[in-house]
Every structure is written in structure tokens, then in C-alpha cells.
């Protein structure tokens, strides 16, 4: 580790930039970063950010963690299948948790939804957990509710006692805290604590006489500490993900300004109270040199669908982060007005939409498809009317499907910020990008991957067709007897089914060689594919907020998690 000094102008003041490098970093997936990380960005333009791992790969890509995703071409060498990326679909049971309690309906500003917040599996007690923000009077006047639910739809809220420093009022309720005054917040299940009091972990701005970020912890997610570390900031919506790729927490603070409007900066340590500490006030520019600019909304982003509002550049919001498998999802909250003063007097809501993101390096974002993920409506009368905000720990592993929870608000005709409550939307396990081929059988030929598990798994929708695969050398010819004729035909839709050869019972022989594998579709979609070490199937990927059925936060599961 080295560090640089420089000398930079920034908007607000003249500091100096202390840069610190993590020379020849290489990283699970053979991605090698900078000398220089973060990386600085310079200053934000309305373009799409470039992703330096995609122009230039590995020479060979080790494929141990998680499951493989067709999101980009990073594993991809040749094929004749056609990409197409999916959206999550709104469960029907939607809102799965509203406002119904008294000291969430008291104002009117009546919400109970997490803002970030966080939804999480728990596998002590094998219970979905969710903490969200419980409305009162006003935008900042919210306290925070703990809820519970044992299939993820339907929502209990129980009854706490004894929670110190909480008023009177609140005896008998689902309030673990009233911090009366706050914005966003993230609340994050740690299954790699040393400390098991540290086992949930709460990072929130609070207003007290100006934004401070404000980090506690907690051994139930009940009970809270004093704060452990609290620095002023700039920017209201901020929040803080784990990547567990490279061990680091990672801030997500809100800045903004010029033509870009609402945008991020990042910064990152191992150590969640020395990472809030490093915090300035700065407008998010800290002396120290961190955090750095990060991302914002561009050009290729979708404008608002109400003609009056088309021509307002869209803005980033919010971004959420969470790991997946094999790579980082980063959840894109898009702005595209109207601006709060005519939301406020026309009775609306601004227009906030979800969009996908995904990361194999944990900063640079590559983001393929602009359609909107999770989307708001804008009819009358709708639960989710216009404003759709993420949730903190991303999305849930619930057997075949993944569960991503939605904060969103109805239409205000009092000129407030609406009643509030959270959303369910579901997609397929791995399902955010499939490659597709018709009747015509299509191949996908990868780059040249190491591994050292001996069972080759598949997600993969072909029915009514099949899928076949072969193992190839680096000159780009079969091994024997892991040939296309030896290959016994998938036909099924799974989201985990194993591929096998006749005359040998797994890929030992091959196990920790480079080899490239080349798959043959016929009639369907492929989904994801990984290499692992046990006749489970467990992808040793991780598993974001986790799911029923697994233990930690990493897939060591396999079937048995289904």
C-alpha cells in the first residue's frame, strides 16, 4: 500500500486529496484492480460509466464463487444465443405490509416501509425480518418498526417491551427506536460479526441540528446501542452495503449538483464505525480524500412517461447495494420528477423507479438495460403511485424465486408525502438475463475458466427442448469423454439441475485446469451455470439477505435449501 498526495480544487474548497492504492489487488474472479482505489472519476457527466473489466478480462477466470450470471460477457467468448433481460413481477398479495397500527396512522404522513431499511432472512429463529420506518407527523418525524413473517408475505408486527429510551406512548408497540427525526437508514444482518452484539448492524441520518450519520448495533435487531460512531454529513439519502467479495463496508452518500442533480460518492473500510468516522461534511468531500465521486444517473436512462415531465433529465436517488452469487447488484433508484415544490401542490408524488445494476469489481457498474425493474404506477387510486425505493439488503433467495421488497407511496391529495407501505415483487432465481435460443439449436462457448469443484449445475428453462454441454481444451477441442456425444440431454425447467456424462461420474479430471465449457440449447433459455463441489449443488455463491433454508450468507446449501 502506497500514498499519494496531491493538490485539487474542489467545488467548496482547496484540500489535500491523500489517495490510498492497494497495488496488484487481484480478486476472486481474477479481475485485477489499480494501483490507485477507489478510483477517481473526475467530475460526473451525463454519460454511461465506463466498466475497465470488460474491456479488458482475465486471461483466465476462476469460477469458484457463486453461480455464473449472463448479465454481460464477461464469461462469454462466442455464442449464437440471444440475451434477453427480465423484469420482477408485483406478487398479487401487494401491499404485503401497511400502515395499521396507531402510532403509524397518527399524522398525515402514515407510512411502514423500509427507506432503505432492510429485509432479511434470519436463520435463528427461521424468520423473514424487516425494519422500515413507521410514519407520524411529517417527513422527517418517523420512528422505526420491527416486523416479522414466516413466508415473507404475510407480516406480523409484535408486541416490544422493555425498550429503553423509547416514550410512553409507544408501550405495546413494534417500535424499536424513536429517533424521531431521521431520513434513510440501513439496516444490515451480519453473519460474520467477531461480535455476536454487532450481529445487526444500523446506519442512519439523523437530524440534530443538521444531518448526522449514525452508526449502532444490536445482538437481536431489537435492543440498540448508543450510537458507536456519529459524523455530520451532506446528503439525507445515504446508505451503507457489504461487499464480501473484497471484505469492505461501502458507503453510498448521496451528493449533487450542476447537470447531474442527485448523484454518489463511495467510500470504503473493513471497519463499519471507521468508516463512518471518515465522514466530512464537505458536501460529501472529505480532506482525507474520500469519499470519491461514484455514479449518477445518465442519457440512456428512461424520462418520465407524463409528457409534461419528459423533458427533466433524470436523476439518481438512491443506490443500494448487495452481494448475489457471483457478483453485486446495485438497485438504481431513478428520479424523473416533478421537482417536491410541485409534488407538494399539485398533490402528486415524485416519480422514482428501480433499475438493475451489476458490478464484478464492487465499484464500476455496468448497467445493459434500461428498462425499469421494479417500476410505480401512475394510476389513481394505486398503492405504489409513482415512488419506488429499494430495500436495504437487496433482495431474498426463497427457493425458486428471488423476493425484492419495495418501499412506495400513494397519491397525496393533501399536498403531504402520502400513505406509505411496502411492496413484494418476485422474480426467477438467477433470472435477471437468459440466454435464449429458438428451435434451432444455438451454443454459447465461455472464456477459458479454472475451478475446483467436480459437478457441473445449470439454471435452465428448456422443457420442450434440451441442453447439452461439452468440455474444451485451450485450442478449443472436446476432452474425452467430456464430448457433446457423451453429454445426457437436460429437458426440464430448474433452477438448479445437474449436467453429467455417461462413463464418469464427475469432473475430477479436469478439476483445477483451465477449460472452457460450450453449451448446446435447443428451444429455451439458460439462466446461470457453475461447477460445484458437491452432488448438492451448492454454488458456495452468496445469497444476499439470505432465504429458508440456509444458514449463513453464502449458498452451502444446494438442494437442500429448496
Same mark, same amino acid.
Given at each position: 500500500?502506497?500514498? @499519494?498526495?496531491?493538490?485539487?480544487?474542489?467545488?467548496?474548497?482547496?484540500?489535500?486529496?491523500?489517495?490510498?492504492?492497494?497495488?496488484?489487488?487481484? =480478486?476472486?474472479?481474477?479481475?485485477? @484492480?489499480?494501483?490507485?482505489?477507489?478510483?477517481?472519476?473526475?467530475?460526473?457527466?451525463?454519460?454511461?460509466?465506463?466498466?475497465?473489466?470488460?474491456?479488458?478480462?482475465?486471461?483466465?477466470?476462476?469460477?469458484?464463487?457463486?453461480?455464473?450470471? +449472463?448479465?454481460?460477457?464477461?464469461?462469454?467468448?462466442?455464442?449464437?444465443?440471444?440475451?434477453?433481460?427480465?423484469?420482477?413481477? !408485483?406478487?398479487?398479495?401487494?401491499?404485503?405490509?401497511?400502515?395499521?397500527?396507531?402510532?403509524?396512522?397518527?399524522?398525515?404522513?402514515?407510512?411502514?416501509?423500509?427507506?432503505?431499511?432492510?429485509?432479511?432472512?434470519?436463520?435463528?429463529?427461521?424468520?423473514?425480518?424487516?425494519?422500515?420506518?413507521?410514519?407520524?407527523?411529517?417527513?422527517?418525524?418517523?420512528?422505526?418498526?420491527?416486523?416479522?413473517?414466516?413466508?415473507?408475505?404475510?407480516?406480523?408486527?409484535?408486541?416490544?417491551?422493555?425498550?429503553?429510551?423509547?416514550?410512553?406512548? =409507544?408501550?405495546?408497540?413494534?417500535?424499536?427506536?424513536?429517533?424521531?427525526?431521521?431520513?434513510?437508514?440501513?439496516?444490515?444482518?451480519?453473519?460474520?460479526?467477531?461480535?455476536?452484539?454487532? /450481529?445487526?448492524?444500523?446506519?442512519?441520518?439523523?437530524?440534530?441540528?443538521?444531518?448526522?450519520?449514525?452508526?449502532?448495533?444490536?445482538?437481536?435487531?431489537?435492543?440498540? &446501542?448508543?450510537?458507536?460512531?456519529?459524523?455530520?454529513?451532506?446528503?439525507?439519502?445515504?446508505?451503507?452495503?457489504?461487499?464480501?467479495?473484497?471484505?469492505?463496508?461501502?458507503?453510498?452518500? /448521496?451528493?449533487?449538483?450542476?447537470?447531474?442533480?442527485?448523484?454518489?460518492?463511495?467510500?470504503?473500510?473493513?471497519?463499519?464505525?471507521? =468508516?463512518?468516522?471518515?465522514?466530512?461534511?464537505?458536501?460529501?468531500?472529505?480532506?482525507?480524500?474520500?469519499?470519491?465521486?461514484?455514479?449518477?444517473?445518465?442519457?440512456?436512462?428512461?424520462?418520465?412517461?407524463?409528457?409534461?415531465?419528459?423533458?427533466?433529465?433524470?436523476?439518481?436517488?438512491?443506490?443500494?447495494?448487495?452481494?448475489?452469487? &457471483?457478483?453485486?447488484?446495485?438497485? +438504481?433508484?431513478?428520479?424523473?420528477?416533478?421537482? %417536491?415544490?410541485?409534488?407538494?401542490?399539485?398533490? =402528486?408524488?415524485?416519480?422514482?423507479?428501480?433499475?438493475?445494476?451489476?458490478?464484478?469489481?464492487?465499484?464500476?457498474?455496468?448497467?445493459?438495460?434500461?428498462?425499469?425493474?421494479?417500476?410505480?404506477?401512475?394510476?389513481?387510486?394505486?398503492? %405504489?403511485?409513482?415512488?419506488?425505493?429499494?430495500?436495504?439488503?437487496?433482495?431474498?433467495?426463497?427457493?425458486?424465486?428471488?423476493?425484492?421488497?419495495?418501499?412506495?407511496?400513494?397519491?397525496? #391529495?393533501?399536498?403531504?408525502?402520502?400513505?406509505?407501505?411496502?411492496?413484494?415483487?418476485? @422474480?426467477?432465481?438467477?433470472?435477471?438475463?437468459?440466454?435464449?435460443?429458438?428451435?434451432?439449436?444455438?451454443? @454459447?462457448?465461455?472464456?477459458?475458466?479454472?475451478?475446483?469443484?467436480?459437478?457441473?449445475?445449470?439454471?435452465?428453462?428448456?422443457?420442450?427442448?434440451?441442453?447439452?454441454?461439452?468440455?474444451?481444451?485451450?485450442?478449443?477441442?472436446?476432452?474425452?469423454?467430456?464430448?457433446?456425444?457423451?453429454?445426457?440431454?437436460?429437458?426440464?425447467?430448474?433452477?438448479? #439441475?445437474?449436467?453429467?456424462?455417461?462413463?464418469?461420474?464427475?469432473?475430477? #479430471?479436469?478439476?483445477?485446469?483451465?477449460?472452457?465449457?460450450?453449451?448446446?440449447?435447443?428451444?429455451?433459455?439458460?439462466?446461470?451455470?457453475?461447477?460445484?463441489?458437491?452432488?448438492?449443488?451448492? &454454488?458456495?455463491?452468496?445469497?444476499?439477505?439470505?432465504?429458508?433454508?440456509?444458514?449463513?450468507?453464502?449458498?452451502?446449501?444446494?438442494? #437442500?435449501? !429448496?
Amino acid at each position: 500500500m502506497k500514498i @499519494l498526495r496531491v493538490w485539487t480544487v474542489l467545488p467548496l474548497a482547496l484540500v489535500v486529496l491523500t489517495v490510498m492504492t492497494h497495488a496488484g489487488e487481484t =480478486l476472486y474472479n481474477g479481475i485485477e @484492480l489499480p494501483d490507485e482505489w477507489p478510483p477517481k472519476r473526475g467530475k460526473l457527466i451525463r454519460e454511461p460509466m465506463p466498466v475497465p473489466y470488460l474491456k479488458n478480462r482475465p486471461e483466465v477466470i476462476p469460477i469458484d464463487v457463486g453461480r455464473q450470471l +449472463f448479465v454481460d460477457d464477461f464469461l462469454i467468448e462466442k455464442t449464437t444465443l440471444k440475451r434477453t433481460f427480465h423484469a420482477a413481477e !408485483y406478487h398479487p398479495a401487494n401491499p404485503v405490509l401497511k400502515p395499521d397500527k396507531p402510532w403509524e396512522t397518527k399524522g398525515k404522513s402514515n407510512v411502514a416501509f423500509p427507506y432503505s431499511g432492510g429485509v432479511w432472512h434470519d436463520p435463528a429463529g427461521n424468520l423473514f425480518k424487516m425494519w422500515y420506518v413507521v410514519g407520524n407527523e411529517g417527513w422527517i418525524t418517523h420512528w422505526f418498526g420491527y416486523a416479522t413473517s414466516k413466508d415473507g408475505i404475510h407480516w406480523d408486527k409484535p408486541v416490544l417491551k422493555e425498550i429503553k429510551g423509547r416514550r410512553k406512548e =409507544l408501550d405495546g408497540s413494534n417500535v424499536i427506536m424513536d429517533v424521531v427525526h431521521h431520513d434513510s437508514c440501513t439496516f444490515w444482518l451480519d453473519h460474520t460479526a467477531r461480535d455476536p452484539k454487532a /450481529r445487526f448492524k444500523y446506519f442512519t441520518t439523523e437530524k440534530r441540528g443538521g444531518w448526522h450519520y449514525t452508526y449502532r448495533t444490536s445482538a437481536d435487531g431489537i435492543h440498540w &446501542s448508543e450510537p458507536v460512531a456519529s459524523k455530520p454529513i451532506w446528503g439525507d439519502r445515504t446508505t451503507v452495503f457489504h461487499n464480501p467479495f473484497r471484505k469492505v463496508w461501502c458507503l453510498s452518500q /448521496r451528493i449533487g449538483g450542476g447537470d447531474v442533480g442527485r448523484a454518489r460518492a463511495y467510500m470504503e473500510d473493513p471497519d463499519p464505525r471507521k =468508516l463512518v468516522e471518515k465522514i466530512s461534511r464537505n458536501r460529501g468531500l472529505s480532506a482525507g480524500g474520500e469519499p470519491v465521486f461514484w455514479t449518477n444517473a445518465d442519457d440512456l436512462d428512461p424520462r418520465n412517461p407524463v409528457d409534461k415531465y419528459k423533458d427533466i433529465k433524470p436523476q439518481l436517488y438512491n443506490l443500494d447495494a448487495t452481494p448475489y452469487e &457471483s457478483l453485486m447488484l446495485g438497485f +438504481f433508484t431513478i428520479w424523473t420528477g416533478p421537482d %417536491n415544490r410541485t409534488v407538494a401542490r399539485q398533490g =402528486l408524488q415524485k416519480r422514482c423507479d428501480v433499475l438493475l445494476a451489476f458490478s464484478r469489481d464492487g465499484f464500476h457498474w455496468h448497467r445493459p438495460n434500461r428498462e425499469r425493474f421494479i417500476a410505480a404506477s401512475w394510476k389513481d387510486g394505486s398503492w %405504489n403511485f409513482g415512488n419506488i425505493q429499494s430495500a436495504g439488503g437487496g433482495c431474498l433467495v426463497v427457493g425458486d424465486k428471488l423476493y425484492f421488497y419495495v418501499s412506495a407511496r400513494a397519491k397525496d #391529495a393533501t399536498g403531504g408525502h402520502g400513505k406509505g407501505s411496502t411492496g413484494l415483487a418476485t @422474480l426467477r432465481r438467477d433470472g435477471f438475463a437468459s440466454m435464449d435460443a429458438a428451435e434451432k439449436s444455438g451454443t @454459447l462457448t465461455t472464456r477459458t475458466l479454472t475451478f475446483n469443484g467436480k459437478y457441473l449445475y445449470v439454471n435452465t428453462d428448456c422443457p420442450k427442448g434440451e441442453l447439452k454441454a461439452e468440455v474444451l481444451d485451450k485450442d478449443g477441442k472436446a476432452i474425452e469423454p467430456f464430448t457433446l456425444a457423451n453429454c445426457k440431454a437436460v429437458s426440464c425447467d430448474k433452477t438448479l #439441475a445437474a449436467v453429467t456424462w455417461q462413463g464418469v461420474a464427475d469432473l475430477s #479430471a479436469v478439476s483445477g485446469k483451465p477449460v472452457r465449457f460450450r453449451f448446446h440449447l435447443k428451444n429455451g433459455s439458460l439462466y446461470a451455470f457453475w461447477v460445484s463441489p458437491a452432488k448438492s449443488g451448492a &454454488s458456495h455463491g452468496y445469497v444476499a439477505a439470505g432465504g429458508p433454508g440456509f444458514i449463513g450468507p453464502k449458498d452451502t446449501m444446494g438442494d #437442500a435449501a !429448496y
